[in-house]
């Protein structure tokens, strides 16, 4: 495997890394802001990691590296949280993991789109 192959893919693992981190974290936020706010902080951490995944490699479908490579992380995150005494697994954190990959996915559709309409 080519270094250039790798280190394009770099963005995308390093945030998954800090992602899984935070997640086994035995100590999580004590307070919210509002109700909800950890779901909130889910879709927005899968939407990034979907769009950091979408750029490295043209060659894997959109929808697979943008959906699919994310939520394999969730899955893990969540199954690894089933066995970590201080957190517990939400099966809400994986429907908010999909929606930020998801959310980011039509959002990038609508900016290839875009793109594509000012191109021509």
Known sequence: M???HILKWLPALIWSVVI???AIDPS????????????VLHLGAFGLL???AVFPE???ATWLSMIVLPMIVGIS?????????ARKAEFLDLIADFTG????FV???IFRRIRARREH
């Open 28 to 39: 999580p936020y004590e307070t919210s802001p509002f109700p909800g706010y950890d779901k």
């Open 101 to 104: 990959c998801f959310l980011a």
């Open 58 to 60: 043209k060659k894997i």
């Open 2 to 4: 080519k270094i250039k």
């Open 77 to 85: 995150i969540e199954s690894i949280q089933f066995f970590l005494p």
């Open 107 to 109: 959002a990038y559709l």
């Open 20 to 22: 899984i981190m935070l």
């Open 50 to 52: 979907a769009i950091l």
